[in-house]
């Protein structure tokens, strides 16, 4: 009977422990930007797959870098920007995705693939693409305004919101002083002090997770932001233009990764195939109107948001950003300093 019992007992066990497994198995940890997937769709994932995502949010590329390089081991997906991509492949940091798994990749332009940041298409796969631009209050502002030297004329000192983004602000400054914004060395960040400390003071508002509401409120008529951010802007109300800066402009990609280690990787996977569907990828438009990489699901946008000039903004001089590595030091010194009056 005792050698019954505990048979009986060890069977228990080893049920309880494969019911703990697929238990387990039935979520995807998602570490994402914030205000970037519908909850529409994260609920309609569920409801298909019986997969619970849990989604939490960072604001700035770098917090998520932080979280991720300290040891958070949690995550099954992460929704890195283009040169982010590029430093967690070459830190061995992300686990390369089963395509056999995302056969939606097919959806996907060709022109979002195979990346600099990503050449072999090993560990990413788009997720939305746009860029940083100038939005103008033409209700308030009625002067031209075609570029960063004029957003940061003086003119506009107090009435200006720009991302709280320490690369994107000294992206600007570089492109004025005709700098390689992806080479960054004692001189670049010498030749952009100077700008910086005469911009930086005319900000009234740094917001990188909604800076659209600053402009919507009336507390300031300028903004360099997300496309997204302008897009909505626009559809609330055609005064607020959407300019992309003469001197070029950032065009980011973010994408979707699995760290290396991913407690879900499969289920991660069938996130990324579902996320890739078209009619699932119009839901994510509707609400972050930025550019979208799939390529089928634009084909069921509409006339409107097609029109766009966020979402869809004419040719313009357009770079995407490349790993910096140890320089992103030196970035964030020469801006904490600034905004520090040092």
Known sequence: MKNYLGSLFALGLALGAALDVSAAKKEVNLFGWSEYVPQAVLDQFEAETGIKVNYETYASNEEMLSKLLGGAAEFDLVQPSEYVVEALAAKGKLEPIDFANIPNIKNVAPEFLRQPHDPEQKYSVPYMAGTVGIVVNTAKVKEPVAGMADVFSGKYKDRIVALNDNREILTWALRVVGRDINTISPEAIAA??????????????????????????????????????AALLYQEDKKFAYVLPQEGAHLWIDSLVIPKGAPHKADAEKFINFILRPEVSVLISA??????????????????????????????????????????ALVDKLITDLKGGS
């Open 192 to 229: 952009a002090r100077p700008v910086l400390a005469k911009w930086l003071p005319q900000i009234k508002v740094y917001d990188s997770d909604s800076p659209k509401t600053a402009l919507l409120n009336g507390d300031v008529d300028i903004g360099v932001v997300w496309s997204g951010e």
């Open 287 to 328: 609400d972050f109107p930025y550019t979208n990489p799939n390529a089928e699901a634009r084909k069921l946008l509409s006339a409107e948001q097609l029109a766009n000039p966020a979402s869809y903004p004419p040719p313009c001089k357009l770079e995407t950003f490349h790993d910096i590595g140890k320089a992103a």
